[in-house]
């Protein structure tokens, strides 16, 4: 198991940019794929970024591809999301997970068993 808190949400306006930050506690995670994932009011969870367990591949939702990056430090047990760019519809709880990624396309959330408690992102108009 692995334990997961994430941090950097905030209040900002369109055009702007928020890097979110995710903790993680175990010696397991540098094994794990990790990914983000948010949820607006009344909205289903929805995919956001990846990135596999060694950094060396990436998946962005088309919404996000060029605005947001991921990356990962394993030595450091944390995952980060540049967001850049930020849109009034980039609202939501944005969740930080880490899974196998065992037979399960990486955009679902049952590819993970691992999730923080979220942090909020608002961008205003």
């Known amino acids: 198991q692995v334990q997961l808190v994430e941090s950097g949400g905030g209040l900002v306006q369109a055009g702007g940019s928020l890097r979110l930050s995710c903790a993680a506690s175990?010696?397991?995670?540098?094994?794990?794929?990790t990914g983000w994932f948010r949820q607006a009011p009344g909205k289903e969870r929805e995919f956001v970024a990846a990135i596999s367990w060694s950094g060396g591949s990436t998946y962005y939702a088309d919404s996000v591809k060029g605005r947001f990056t991921i990356s990962r430090d394993n030595a450091k047990n944390t995952a980060s999301l540049q967001m850049n760019n930020l849109k009034p519809e980039d609202t939501a709880v944005y969740f930080c997970?880490?899974?196998?990624?065992?037979?399960?396309?990486?955009?679902?959330?049952?590819?993970?068993?691992?999730w923080g408690q979220g942090t909020q992102v608002t961008v205003s108009s």
């Open positions: 175990g010696r397991t995670f540098s094994s794990y794929g």
């Open positions: 997970a880490a899974g196998s990624w065992t037979g399960v396309p990486v955009t679902r959330p049952r590819s993970y068993d691992n």
